[in-house]
């Protein structure tokens, strides 16, 4: 794997993802564990978050310390199923802005469609974590890093819960300057795209639509 790809391997984090992959798992759990996975991910992603000093006056005297500036980070989920992961990292930073990518595959060609793009005021100059649980061909997480670049974004990470080798690869060659954060790395996709083993439709299981 490139250099800019990091697999968690947390006990915790295989906890979940156990019980995520599980087809028995309802949607309300489905959509608890995506929230509690990110929540674990946005801690070991912000590590190389800038800093900046502040002064803080204790009971007993005065102290610089460093603050993340809370404005300086944004959050883009890809639509439908980033929208899983959003509150996972607003646990973390409450006061982060929300953008929106809308993407979704042609089922025949697996490519990558866009069809909504609405981002905050000033993304340029933010650190944009780019979320979505799965990163399968890959084809979606590069447009959508594209689409941010061209929208002026310079600083960019991409969480996903799994990953296929081939997506993660294909996102890491396409995009060396962007870091991306898997939780997993599986073993596949099949003939029709989907990540084995994997955890089936996660924007289905999210919402509930089939
Ligand atoms: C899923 C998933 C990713 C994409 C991954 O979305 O949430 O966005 O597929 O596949 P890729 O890496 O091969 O591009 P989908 O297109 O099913 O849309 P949805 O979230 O609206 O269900
Ligand atoms: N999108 C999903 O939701 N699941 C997969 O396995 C691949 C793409």
Redesign the pocket.
């Known amino acids: 794997m490139k250099d800019n790809v990091f697999v968690f391997d947390h006990p915790l984090v295989k906890h979940k993802i156990a019980i995520l992959r599980d087809k028995n798992t309802g949607m309300k759990q489905f959509r608890e564990l995506i929230e509690e996975i990110t929540t674990i991910m946005t801690y070991e992603s912000m590590r190389d978050v800038e800093l900046t000093p502040v002064e803080v006056e204790t009971p007993l005297e005065r102290t610089v310390q460093y603050k993340v500036r809370e404005e300086s980070i944004a959050i883009v989920p ?5 929208l899983g992961m959003v509150n996972g990292v607003h646990k973390v930073f409450p006061t982060a802005c929300v953008g929106h990518i809308g ?3 042609d089922e025949r060609t ?1 490519e ?1 469609r866009e069809y909504y793009c609405k981002l905050p005021e000033g993304i340029a100059g933010k650190t944009v974590f780019l979320v ?10 590069t447009d959508a890093i594209s689409a941010l670049k061209s929208r002026g974004c310079k600083n960019i990470k991409l969480m996903s819960i799994i990953g ?1 080798p081939e ?1 993660v690869e294909r996102v890491a060659a396409a995009h060396p300057d962007v870091k991306i954060y898997v939780s997993t790395l599986d073993r596949q996709l099949n003939e029709n ?1 989907y990540i084995l083993p994997g955890l089936g ?4 299981r999210l919402f509930g639509t089939k």
Do not use: N, Q
Request: net charge negative; hydrophobic share 40%.
């Open positions: 890809i639509l439908r199923a980033g993407m979704y595959r697996l990558p979505d649980p799965m990163l399968a061909t890959g084809g979606s997480a296929a997506g795209g439709d996660a924007g289905d």
